[in-house]
């Protein structure tokens, strides 16, 4: 079955240092890959889309990389600040043409 | 422009009851989504309508259903209610085209509570 996997504990960075979180993905062939935020009581809002012809494509401090071999792709925030503490969700397109979430990863960064 | 607007945000019902949730998207946006967000299952994927017709549905049983009108607002009805359809309801639009590669826009979500 298609599976989305990120990091259900929380990462735990001090300000200032580069936050890294992870997304694997299991029986997808995905052409794009999305990542939000969440912050609590809200709703998603898009951040990235990365196709599977871009290895890396980078937005101000934030820049993902998309691995279809690892079928992985992973986020990083530079110079992270507590502002940028949220929980953060990748997200797929199914065979079914559904939009698949992952769990999410929650981030605290502390001043 | 506004955004994606979702009413009520808050709702609590009983078990066996019905309820109407109710999505406005960003104007020009054809395609709505509808999601269910849970602490133990994450954002689930319920359903999405284009033009007035639902393209895709999610894994969830006969009781959750949903329809869009043809200025593009979608509702989204879930009968008999139990206890485990407690969570948050968030809608999502997508711009004109409605291809879920696209950015989602995702409204603030009605929170149902059942007792």
């Known amino acids: 079955s298609q599976k989305i996997e990120q990091n259900s504990e929380a990462l735990n960075i001090q300000e200032g240092k580069t936050a890294t979180l992870t997304c694997n993905y299991t029986?997808?062939?995905?052409?794009?890959l999305q990542w939000y935020r969440q912050d609590p009581g809200r709703g998603p809002v898009f951040l990235l889309l990365?196709?599977?012809?871009?290895k890396e494509k980078r937005k101000e401090r934030l820049k993902v990389t998309f691995d279809t071999t690892l079928k992985q792709s992973l986020f990083h925030i530079t110079a992270s600040q507590p502002a940028d503490s949220a929980t953060y969700l990748c997200?797929?397109?199914?065979?079914?043409?559904?939009?698949?979430f992952g769990g999410g990863t929650r981030l605290m960064v502390k001043p | 422009k506004a955004g994606v607007t979702q009413t009520p945000r808050y709702l609590i019902k009983t078990r066996g009851q019905q309820v109407t949730l109710s999505c406005s998207p960003i104007?020009?946006?054809?395609?709505v989504s509808w999601y269910q967000q849970t602490p133990g299952q994450g954002l689930q994927f319920l359903f999405e309508?284009?033009?007035?017709?639902?393209?895709n549905k999610g894994n969830f049983p006969g009781r959750f259903s949903g329809r869009q009108f043809s200025n593009s607002r979608s509702e989204m009805n879930v009968s008999t209610l139990e206890l485990g359809d407690s969570a948050l309801y968030l809608c999502?639009?997508?711009?004109?085209?409605?291809?879920?590669?696209?950015?989602?826009?995702f409204g603030p979500g009605t929170r149902l509570t059942v007792l």
């Open positions: 997200a797929l397109l199914n065979a079914g043409n559904m939009l698949t």
């Open positions: 029986n997808y062939s995905p052409a794009y």
């Open positions: 990365i196709r599977e012809n871009e």
């Open positions: 104007s020009g946006h054809r395609s």
């Open positions: 309508y284009f033009s007035e017709t639902q393209r």
């Open positions: 999502a639009s997508v711009l004109t085209g409605g291809s879920l590669y696209n950015e989602q826009f």
